[in-house]
Structures are given as C-alpha cells and as structure tokens.
C-alpha cells in the first residue's frame, strides 16, 4: 500500500510474476474491491476513483495508461508517495520492501478467481452474496420503510447484504466511459454514480428498486414488513373528454397499475370537441 501523491488516499498495488493478461487482473482487482464493499459497504464506490489497467483489451494503436510512479521526491518530502505498513507508517527502507514483496503467479489469481466463483469480473462493482443462514434470534424480521424512496435498517442486515442491497442503486456513469473511449482524463469523473444514501439509522434506495429488494432478501430468507408511508396525495373529481392516442393509453395503462413510475410527455393528445 502506497500514500497517494496527494496524501488524501492511498494505492494499492499487486505486482505478478508472470505475464497477464489485462482482463485477468481487472478480475481480480474486482473481486477484491466487491470483497471490501462486503466487509465495509460503509467505504462506497467513491472510494475506488481510479483503476489501472483501465480496460480489458488495448485499442489498435494505443498507449496504454499513464501510472503516477510512487517514490517520487517532492511528495516524499512530506511523507507522501511511499509504501506504508498496516499502520500507515512508512518503511525505512522503501528499495528493501519492494524487493520483499512476494510477487503473485497466474495460476494463484486463476485460483483465486475460480474460487470466489468470479467468471466475468462484473461489479459495483454486482457480485451476489450467496444465501446465508442467520439466528432467529438475532434476526427475525426488518420493517421497510416506503416514501420518498425505500428506507432500509442497516444496523439490522450483515454489512455484505446491505452491500448488495446498495448495488441495486449503483449504475456507470456514461460521461466516464464517454472520456475513457475519447482517451480524454478521468480524473474526478466517477466511474459509478451510486443513487443510494444514508440517513441515522437507514439505507436509502431509489423506489424503483423495491422488487430486486424484495428477492434478495427472499432468497436470504430474510422477512420483512413494508410500511407506506408515501403521500398519497388529495382525489379530485374531474372527468377528460379528450381521446389518447394509442402510445399515450399504454402509458395511461402502465401508469394505472404500478405505484412507482415517470411518465414523459413527449407528445399531445387528441382532443375531440
């Protein structure tokens, strides 16, 4: 682990002994990134602002990626731009370190990754945690709380359940991906936008999430209670004498018997008179 150049964070770094393949290691760096959320889902794909390699495969004709070589010595001056211990204390002596490090072969990542059952590298990185059998006793039932969006107890879930609750709320974010092809920086552009937030003593998801909730906590065999506490708004007694065209009835209809939606108005309706 290295300070970062800035001493606002820091790097970690894996360095192999044999050639691999940029997949490989994405896959890897994936896997031990989702491993983290697992752990800690308080730590937040913000955290993760930059990866390298930054993709899978090398356009023709490509560089590849610029790295910020650490040791560098107007950082190190301050104490930044070195490898630290579990402590965040420098080593003494940085070349003696490196040269301490025990390198990691193709055939431990391939392990690794057959192992965690890691097939595609895909993250908030998605992966799903398998179901886990809890005591009843210390978790019975969690109540979810339905308004402004779905209010989930997080000092009630294991941390990789919540983990996989929040995922459901992280998406890419294309502006990101829009640079990484253009080959323009990403610095500050997030690779995730994560829609989810944190309250006292709640998770909030967006509402659009409620039934991929409702599964991953069936398949956890976790049992829940919904409590609505949406505004339901005030009725009023109007009646249309205009006719939809057929586009807008759809909408009409898929408006009528879901609970949760955004209707467009790209196009007027018909009015008879």
Not at 14 to 29: E, H, P, V, W, Y
Not at 39 to 49: N, P
Not at 131 to 144: A, C, F, Q
Not at 207 to 216: E, S
Request: proline letters at 4%.
């Amino acid at each position: 682990m290295e300070i970062s150049r800035s001493g606002e964070g820091c790097h970690v770094w894996i360095f192999f002994s044999d050639k691999i393949a940029a997949k490989t290691a994405r896959r890897l760096g994936n896997l031990l990134m989702n491993r983290t959320l697992e752990k800690r889902y308080e730590t937040g794909v913000d955290s993760f602002d930059r990866f390298f390699p930054n993709q899978d495969t090398m356009p023709k004709g490509g560089f590849g990626n610029l790295i910020a070589l650490p040791l560098q010595q107007s950082p190190r001056k301050k104490g930044y731009s070195v490898f630290v211990n579990e402590k965040f204390e420098p080593f003494i002596d940085q070349w003696s370190y490196l040269e301490s490090v025990k390198k990691i072969s193709k055939k431990t990542v391939e392990s690794i990754l057959v192992k965690y059952n890691d097939h595609n590298g895909s993250s908030r990185y998605t992966v799903k945690s398998k179901p886990i059998s809890y005591d009843v006793n210390i978790l019975s039932e969690i109540t979810i709380i339905r308004k402004n969006g779905i209010h989930i107890p997080k000092n009630k879930l294991p941390a990789n359940i919540l983990n996989e609750l929040i995922n459901l709320a992280v998406i890419n974010n294309p502006e990101f991906f829009k640079a990484q092809s253009k080959r323009l920086s990403t610095h500050r552009i997030p690779r995730k936008i994560d829609c989810s937030y944190e309250v006292e003593d709640s998770v909030v998801i967006p509402r659009g999430c409620l039934a991929d909730i409702k599964a991953i906590l069936f398949r956890n065999k976790i049992n829940f209670y919904i409590d609505d506490q949406t505004n339901k708004g005030s009725s009023h007694n109007i009646q249309f004498r205009g006719s939809l065209l057929p586009k807008q009835n759809e909408a009409v209809y898929a408006m009528k018997i879901s609970s949760c939606g955004v209707l467009s108005a790209a196009t007027g309706f018909l009015v008879k008179l």
